[in-house]
C-alpha cells in the first residue's frame, strides 16, 4: 500500500468505543498536576517521561497511582479537555468513555453526580470547540471486588440518561468469575444502561460465553480469545455481540507477540462485529491515528474493511438513534 493511500486511512474520520478516562490522560498531564498537588509520582515514569510499568498487574498499580492525584470534579474536567484534545487531533467524532466512581467520590453517589456534572460541561464545550461528541459508560472494577461494583452500578443507574449511557467492568480478568458482578449487572441493565465487559483479553473464551451469558452484554471489552474456541466466535457472530478491539494495547501488553499475530482479521473474516480503539493510548504508545495506520499496513486492509469497523462501531454504540443519526453522517456513513 502506498505511503498516500495509508495517511488516507489514517486520517479517515473514526468513532471509539473503548477508552479508559484516567488511562487516556498524558503523562504530561499527570505530572504537571502531581506538581500541583505536591505529590511525588517520579516512581511511576521512566526517564523519557512516558509511564512505567513491568506486565499488566504493575500496569493496573501505576494506573491507580496516577489517578491518585485527580481529586476533584476541576481536575476530572481539566483530564475531559485533555483527553478529548487527544481524540480531536486523531479524528475521533464520537468516543465512548469508562469512567469510575470509585475514582470520583468512591462510589458515593452525591459525590459522583458533581464529578460527572463537571466531566458532562467540560465534553459539551469540547463538542462545541472541537466537534467530538463523548458518551460515558460506568465502569466498576473487577479487583475491587462484587460489593463495591454494586457502589458503582447504583452511581450508574442514578444517573442513567442521554449522557450516561452503559454500564461496564474493566480489571483484573484473573480475580474472580464475572457472575460474581451480575446483580450489578442486573440493577444497570435495569436503568435502562447498556453493558460491556472485560472478558477474553487475558483469560480464554471460556471467559467470554461467561460474559455474555452470565452478564447478557451487548458488547465485550477485547474479546479476542475467543479465537480458541471458534464455537464462541460463531456465538459472538450469531448474536452480534461487538467487540471492542485495541490491537495495540494487546500487543504492547504482550497478549500477542505481533501486530501479525492478532486475530482481528480472524475474527472479522469469521463474521464477528469487530471495532477499534486504542484502550490507555499513552500507556500503550499508541493514537486512533496510528492503529489505523498499523492496520492497514500490517492486514493489507483497505477502505471498505474501514468502513465494516466504522459502521459497526456506530451501529454498537450505546448512544439513542438521534445521536447515532448525527454522529453517521460526519463519519460519512449512509
Ligand atoms: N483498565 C484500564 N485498562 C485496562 C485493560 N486493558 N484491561 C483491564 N482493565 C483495564
Ligand atoms: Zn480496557
Keep these: 500500500m502506498s505511503d498516500e493511500a495509508l495517511i488516507a ?15 487516556a490522560a498524558p ?156 446483580y450489578s449487572f442486573d440493577m444497570a441493565r435495569e436503568a435502562g444502561l447498556k453493558l460491556t465487559s472485560h472478558a477474553g483479553e487475558w483469560r480464554g473464551p471460556q471467559e467470554v460465553r461467561e460474559a455474555v451469558d452470565d452478564l447478557r452484554v451487548d458488547r465485550i471489552g477485547h474479546g479476542v480469545r475467543s479465537i480458541g474456541d471458534l464455537a464462541v466466535v460463531d456465538m459472538l457472530a450469531e448474536k452480534q455481540v461487538t467487540l471492542e478491539v485495541c490491537p495495540g494495547s494487546n500487543v504492547f501488553l504482550g497478549v500477542y507477540g505481533s501486530l501479525a499475530e492478532h486475530p482481528i482479521d480472524q475474527l472479522r473474516k469469521r463474521g464477528v462485529k469487530v471495532t477499534v480503539s486504542t484502550d490507555d493510548p499513552p500507556f500503550f504508545h499508541t493514537t486512533m491515528e496510528k492503529e489505523y495506520g498499523d492496520l492497514a499496513r500490517c492486514f493489507n486492509w483497505d477502505a471498505s474493511v474501514f468502513d465494516d469497523l466504522t459502521r459497526n462501531a456506530i451501529d454498537a454504540a450505546f448512544c439513542d438513534d438521534q445521536t447515532r443519526e448525527t454522529i453517521a453522517k460526519k463519519l460519512e456513513l449512509s
Design 9 to 23: 486511512i489514517s486520517k479517515r474520520p473514526k468513532a471509539e468505543l473503548h477508552l479508559h478516562f484516567e488511562g
Design 27 to 182: 503523562p504530561s498531564f499527570i505530572r504537571g498536576l502531581a506538581k500541583e498537588k505536591n505529590v511525588d509520582l517520579s516512581g511511576i515514569f521512566r526517564e523519557d517521561g512516558s509511564y512505567d510499568y513491568r506486565d499488566f498487574v504493575h500496569f493496573l498499580s501505576v494506573y491507580e497511582a496516577a489517578t491518585s492525584v485527580l481529586k476533584t470534579p476541576e481536575d476530572f474536567a481539566r483530564l475531559c479537555t485533555a483527553v478529548l484534545e487527544q481524540s480531536a487531533a486523531n479524528g475521533v467524532v464520537y468516543s465512548e468513555t469508562f469512567l469510575s466512581p470509585d475514582f470520583c467520590g468512591g462510589g458515593d453517589v452525591g459525590a459522583w453526580r458533581e464529578y460527572l456534572a463537571a466531566i458532562r460541561e467540560a465534553a459539551d464545550h469540547a463538542e462545541r470547540t472541537m466537534g467530538v461528541t463523548l458518551r460515558g459508560i460506568v465502569t466498576c472494577i473487577r479487583h475491587f471486588g462484587p460489593e463495591q461494583a454494586k457502589s458503582a452500578a447504583l452511581c450508574a443507574a442514578e444517573t442513567a440518561d442521554d449522557w450516561l449511557v452503559g454500564f461496564g467492568m474493566a480489571g483484573d480478568e484473573n480475580k474472580g468469575k464475572q457472575r460474581d458482578f451480575a
